[in-house]
């Protein structure tokens, strides 16, 4: 990709190479209409309000490339004839009534009805029937939609979910003369809109999807809008929070949107949570899982008194990675002052696979993000249930796949209905739990150079090959003579005779061959599919950019020191860049801040887990603590970025920071720590109330700052062991959280409604003796627990899914450390 | 125009006179023997005498209030009414909010909510007379006819509340039924001549 330049209105302008008209004049602040082009989506082409001239030609900014040199024109007399009709259109039967409409000015239609001036209205067309539908957490009046296709496109290539889609509207047809009177392009428009409005791709009018609620945020007018936000409150009233989600690692840019709570209650409450949703795409918990703020906390100095010293007498903090980069920090300079053992389990597991990967690969840190992921178009996925370890993982493969003409593969032993319906290119392989390494030995056996890589794996790697010979049946085509009688006219004579004439025609004709083939063991142990290879040759062709995700799983698995190790010699040795999912929000933080050690002492403390005393952002602990949407701070997201958050609740209890200072250490604000985060490891020495927190026009994300990579020494030992033939016999259970869920923090919200229990699929369900409802007892070698059978129709197969998102369940006590167990379920 | 008449500047000649005013004391003792000098001179029962005169003749010109009042012009700006639809009775706001963006004062504030008929409902509505300005914006911007001014300037009150109550300001449904409500004709009012100035839409039925 190099760079061109073009000239619009008389504007030098520099660009890269295949970008779209559209998107280099808004990088460049040149004002172009558009209504239904979304940055990181395929063009839709609905509004075509976006027209150009570009040399001459009337194209459409949001799907012409430009090219070096080109002139462009954004508005002449005939564009503006034809916005003019397109916003004419578009207010045809649109009804008046701005003053209850949810967007409340911050609508797209309004601000292009008054920036085109249209002040009078030239075209009608008889309504129809446009009652509005309740689709579970989304409302859709189609009597306000616009069918700009927005949210069918935001669903598709963003999300990957594929839920809407446009219907039949069922409308008369347009009058004839328009065709004749209108500009080309508004009739064409218009055409389109009066026979279609947005519905669901399932058929029904009930909304199956994983309620991101994207769609809602990306709709120019109120047409879809959140339910639980339904006439609460203007957009104007609401003062916007920067802030950074705190669900997962992925850190979406945020706004926590706040206000009074009522009249009688000054306090601030959030009522929605807005995103940038041309450069950032939500999940449902992030979006809707917003008020999980411990209200209730004040400032009890009994109890203050009691856990300064619980803090004295105790040896060990035990903590959860839901914490901001400042307190990891102050927790390990308590370490270092008073010698606590500082217990964080799934978060030592990661840095104890990162110290492994870096071994090999001489990077502290993974070399890949998912922005890169979002670019590339050929993306692999190990060991990670994708759609709820990291939604936005999820969007950067499904994006890949749409907008770059990509593919991907996806390992995971459970079957997830969600990504394999994320299209026709995505490849998945649900093999055995614990073969994990086999997955990895098989993209090194794919993709590895064997030139490069050291002797001893290509060797074990060529222990799989051998040729077999298979009997295929293959088409080929055949020439066949065949001598045809026909009637001629003989020119001379002028009389009718009959020829022979010889036609020759080609003939398909299946024909069985013996072929030999390459047959790779590792294929079969991964139980692929038998036309695996075939579907990947023909996935791989024009594929450029290689990306590997790998997930939790990886992280607590028996073997995964090696399997460290097999990852960084797919990154080194094959086109792959690799990104790691970190397990929790901020799991690489205390990766990279804490010492962690493995055993509890005498006398623990817990922050957000169990304890002798028990601090909790939940509010049900010894000592109230803020959660995360009541602090300042920064946590580090899978990106490697240290992204900054802001308070949005009012909270009136005690900090870590309050108790860090009783105990002798010194800090006005916990956020005085930005500052002092160790370089070493890669953070910079920023104030926080330098970090920015927003996105520029063209895209670019100016959210605190990007880790440094910093380089470690690397072992010549690149050797890796054999992978284990260990299985896990029996019924077998996994630890993961259903859509929307991914801490006690997202169970305590008022909008995520999901019902805590045991998982099975419809599948499962239907051939195994359970029914939903029932109440089951699991036992592990680890431990048991009791609970209700519930049917989630967002997995198939035989695995039975256990959550962790309700402390109750308790479901951890199941597990040795690796995700995945056997157990024997039966009913009570 | 003859320039004769700017250019003689002798204020004088065309009727002016300097008022001859007594230079102010500047020294003490000055300032003593005014303030001496005004307090016997008795200037006050002048005044007295006056007021005095004036109530033993009875010819007075004032309004009597409160048993008197003066009457209030149609636009006069005094405690918000809150009006009902002529068709239905039901109430006008439509919970828009606009009001409550435009106040100046920042002294308007409802809260609202969705009803079981899928409409915005205003389930509060308050505005804090004492910050409001009574400016008009409210009425203006309102785009039902709901937020109006009305003649009630008498705020005396041991409470402020007393007036903030949206049922204190809303049309009392007798008022709407004996059809007595009043149209408020000051800022935000239609004009007499509104239908010959608006553009019809095209409808297709």
Known sequence: ?828 | MKMEAFNDRNVADNGYFLVDIEDYPTDGWGKFKRVVRRSFKGELFVGLWVVLREMIKFDIHTVQYPEEKMPIGPRYRAVHEMKRLWESDAERCIGCGLCEKICISDCIRMDTKIDENSRKEVTEYTINLGRCIFCGYCAEVCPELAITHGGEYEQASEQREHFVDYEYMLTPIDTMKAKAQKEFEGFGAITPHEDERVKKTPLAY
């Open chain 1, 1 to 828: 990709m190099s760079k061109i330049t073009i000239n619009i209105d008389g504007k030098e302008i520099q660009t890269q190479e295949g970008a779209y008209i559209l998107n280099a004049a808004r990088a460049n602040d040149i004002f172009i209409p558009a209504i239904c082009y979304l940055t990181r989506c395929s063009p839709t082409l609905a509004c075509r309000i976006c027209l150009v001239e570009a040399d001459g030609k009337q194209v459409y900014a949001c799907n012409a490339k430009a090219k070096d040199g080109m002139n462009i024109t954004t508005s002449t007399e005939t564009i503006e004839k034809e916005r003019r009709a397109i916003m004419e259109v578009y207010d045809v039967n649109h009804p008046l009534q701005c003053g209850v409409c949810d967007q409340s000015g911050e609508c797209e239609l309004q601000n292009y009805t008054l920036e085109i001036g249209v002040d009078s209205q030239s075209y009608s067309v008889k309504d129809v029937d446009r009652s509005s539908h309740d689709w579970g957490h989304l409302h859709y009046d189609p009597g306000l939609c616009i069918v700009c296709e927005r949210c069918v496109t935001a669903c598709k290539d963003m999300i990957g979910d594929n839920s809407l889609k446009t219907i039949a509207r069922g409308a008369d047809p347009l009058n004839a003369d328009y065709k004749a009177e209108m500009p080309k392009d508004a009739y064409a428009m218009w055409n389109k809109l009066n026979k279609s409005v947005i519905g669901l791709t399932n058929g029904t009018d009930v909304l199956d999807c994983t309620s991101c609620g994207e769609c809602a945020a990306v709709c120019p007018v109120g047409a879809l809008v959140d339910t639980q936000f339904m006439y609460k409150s203007n957009a104007w009233e609401l003062k916007q929070v920067p802030a950074t989600c705190g669900h997962c690692s992925a850190g979406c840019q945020i706004t926590y949107d706040i206000k009074h709570a009522s009249i009688d209650n000054p306090e601030d409450k959030i009522y929605r949570v807005m995103n940038e949703w041309n450069y950032v795409s939500l999940c449902g918990a992030g979006r809707y899982g917003f008020d999980y703020q411990n209200a209730t906390a004040t400032k009890d100095e009994a109890a203050f008194e009691k856990a300064i010293e619980a803090f004295k007498k105790a040896d060990t903090i035990a903590f959860t990675s839901t914490i901001t980069n400042e307190e990891a920090y102050l927790l390990q300079k308590m370490k270092e002052k008073f010698g606590y053992k500082l217990v964080n389990n799934e978060a030592k597991a990661f840095q104890t696979f990162l110290a492994n990967y870096s071994e090999i690969s001489g990077t502290k840190l993974y070399s890949s993000d998912l922005e890169k992921v979002h670019n590339s178009n050929f993306v692999v996925s190990i060991g990670s249930a994708l759609k709820t370890d990291n939604p936005n993982a999820r969007y950067a493969l499904n994006n890949s796949m749409t907008v770059n003409k990509g593919a991907g593969l996806y390992f995971h032993p459970l079957k997830d209905p969600i990504i394999e319906g994320l299209g026709k290119s995505i490849m998945t392989v649900n093999h055995a739990p614990l073969q994990e390494e086999v997955a990895l030995y098989l993209i090194l056996d794919l993709f590895g150079d064997k030139t490069k890589l050291p002797s001893t794996i290509v060797e074990y790697l060529a222990s799989f090959h051998s040729q077999k010979t298979i009997t295929i049946q293959e088409t080929v085509k055949e020439k066949v003579i065949e001598i045809v009688q026909e009637v001629k006219v003989n020119e001379e004579t002028g009389e009718e005779e009959e020829i022979e004439v010889e036609k020759s025609k080609m003939v398909s004709k299946k024909v069985a061959k013996d072929v030999e083939v390459d047959d790779n063991k590792l294929l079969e142990i991964l139980s692929a599919d038998a036309k695996f290879m075939e579907v990947l040759e023909k996935n791989l062709k024009k594929k450029t950019t290689f990306e590997l995700m790998v997930g939790p799983d990886l992280y607590t698995h028996p073997n995964a020191k090696n399997i460290a190790r097999l990852v960084a010699l797919v990154e080194k040795y094959s086109a792959f860049s690799v990104t790691m999912i970190p397990t929790l929000t901020n799991s690489l933080g205390v990766a990279l801040l804490c010492e962690l050690d493995d055993e509890k002492g005498a006398y623990t403390v817990a922050y957000n887990t169990d304890g002798d005393y028990v601090l909790s952002g939940l509010g049900d602990g010894d000592l109230d603590m803020p959660a995360i949407n009541q602090q300042e701070g920064t946590l580090t997201s899978i990106n490697k970025r240290v992204n900054p958050t802001n308070a949005a609740v009012v909270y009136n209890g005690y900090e870590l920071n309050d108790i860090a200072n009783a105990l002798g250490l010194e800090a006005e604000n916990v956020i005085d720590y930005t500052v002092e985060l160790p370089i070493s490891v890669g953070f910079k020495s920023e104030e926080f109330d330098n970090l920015p927190n927003h996105y520029e026009n063209d895209g670019t994300e100016v959210r605190g700052y990007v880790l440094e990579n910093v380089a470690v020494d690397v072992s010549d030992d690149e050797s890796v062991d054999k992978f284990s033939e260990d299985k896990l016999e029996g019924s077998i259970i996994y630890l993961a959280n259903p859509v929307r869920q991914f801490t006690e923090f997202t169970n305590k919200t008022s909008n995520l409604d999901e019902v805590s229990g045991i998982y099975m699929s419809e599948e499962f369900l239907s051939k195994s003796d359970f029914n939903e409802g029932d109440t089951v007892k699991v036992k592990t070698t680890n431990g048991e627990l009791t609970a209700n059978v519930v049917s989630d129709n967002k997995i198939t197969g035989d695995i039975v899914v256990l959550p962790t998102f309700d402390k109750k369940l308790n479901s951890e006590a199941l597990f040795e450390a690796y995700r995945f167990n056997s157990a024997s379920i039966q009913k009570v």
